[in-house]
C-alpha cells in the first residue's frame, strides 16, 4: 500500500519529553520528507533528505531534529523545544526529478500533554 | 519566493453542479505542478499532474503560465468527490510545496 509506514499511528507524550517519529520506504526513493498538516494551515514541511547523510531545514525546522542514515529510513524527532508539537505528521517520499511520483505515509498523530 | 496559494478554504457544492478549485502559484522557473486529495481517513493521494495532462475522476488542470494558476475543475461534481483537495509545486529537484488546502464538499 505505497510502500511507506509511518509509526506510532497515536502517540501520546507528556510535555518536556522528547518523541521519535517513524518513516520507513521500501520504494527505493531518494527524496523523503516531513510535514506537519494543522487544521487552516495545509501541509508545512519541517525538514527533507534528498539523499542518505543528508538533509535540508523546511519552513517550521526549530524544535525538530532528523537523521538520514540510511535510504529507507528518515526518523523524525520531535523535542521539548517545539511549542506546539500536538499535530498530525506525514512522511512521504519520491524518487525525485520531473515527473516523480510522491507516496505519503499514513501519518501519525502526536499528542503532548 | 516560492508559494502555493489555494484562496478558498471551502468550497460546497450541489451534486450535477461544476467545480473549481483554484491554485495559483509563484515560482520563476518552469514549474511542475501536482493535485493531491484526501478523502475521509484516507492518506494523501496523488490525483493529477500537469506534465500528464490527463483527467483522472472527471478532474482536469490546466497549467496557465500567464496567470500562474494551476486550477482544478469538475463539469459535474459527484458526492464521493467530497475530500480535501492540495496544489502542490515541485521546483526541479527541490522541496514540494503545498497550498493550505480547500474542502471540496458535495451536498446531494
Known amino acids: 500500500d505505497g510502500g511507506i509506514t509511518q509509526s506510532p499511528k497515536y502517540l501520546f507524550r507528556k510535555e518536556g519529553q522528547n518523541v521519535t517519529l517513524s518513516c520507513e520506504q521500501n520504494?527505493?526513493?531518494?527524496?523523503m520528507y516531513w510535514y506537519r498538516q494543522d487544521p487552516g494551515q495545509g501541509l508545512r514541511l519541517i525538514y527533507y533528505?534528498?539523499?542518505?547523510?543528508?538533509?535540508q531545514k523546511g519552513d517550521i525546522a526549530e524544535g525538530y531534529s532528523v537523521s538520514r542514515e540510511k535510504k529507507e529510513s528518515f526518523p523524525l524527532t520531535v523535542t521539548s523545544a517545539q511549542k506546539n508539537p500536538t499535530a498530525f505528521y506525514l512522511c512521504?517520499?519520491?524518487?525525485?526529478?520531473?515527473?516523480?511520483?510522491?507516496?505519503f505515509g499514513e501519518g501519525s498523530w502526536l499528542t503532548v500533554v | 519566493a516560492q508559494r502555493v496559494t489555494q484562496p478558498e478554504k471551502l468550497l460546497s457544492v450541489f451534486k450535477g453542479a461544476p467545480v473549481e478549485l483554484k491554485c495559483n502559484y509563484s515560482?520563476?522557473?518552469?514549474?511542475?505542478l501536482f493535485w493531491y486529495v484526501q478523502y475521509s481517513r484516507q492518506r494523501l493521494q496523488l490525483l493529477l499532474r500537469?506534465?500528464s495532462r490527463e483527467s483522472i475522476k472527471g478532474f482536469t488542470a490546466d497549467l496557465n503560465k500567464g496567470e500562474t494558476s494551476f486550477h482544478l475543475k469538475k463539469p459535474f461534481a459527484q458526492e464521493e468527490d467530497s475530500a480535501m483537495y492540495y496544489c502542490?509545486?515541485?521546483?526541479?529537484?527541490?522541496?514540494?510545496?503545498f497550498g493550505t488546502g480547500t474542502r471540496l464538499q458535495v451536498f446531494p
Open positions: 512521504c517520499s519520491s524518487d525525485g526529478g520531473t515527473g516523480n511520483t510522491i507516496y
Open positions: 520504494l527505493n526513493h531518494d527524496a
Open positions: 533528505s534528498q539523499i542518505v547523510n543528508d538533509f
Open positions: 515560482y520563476s522557473g518552469s514549474p511542475e
Open positions: 500537469h506534465i
Open positions: 502542490a509545486l515541485k521546483p526541479y529537484t527541490d522541496k514540494l510545496i
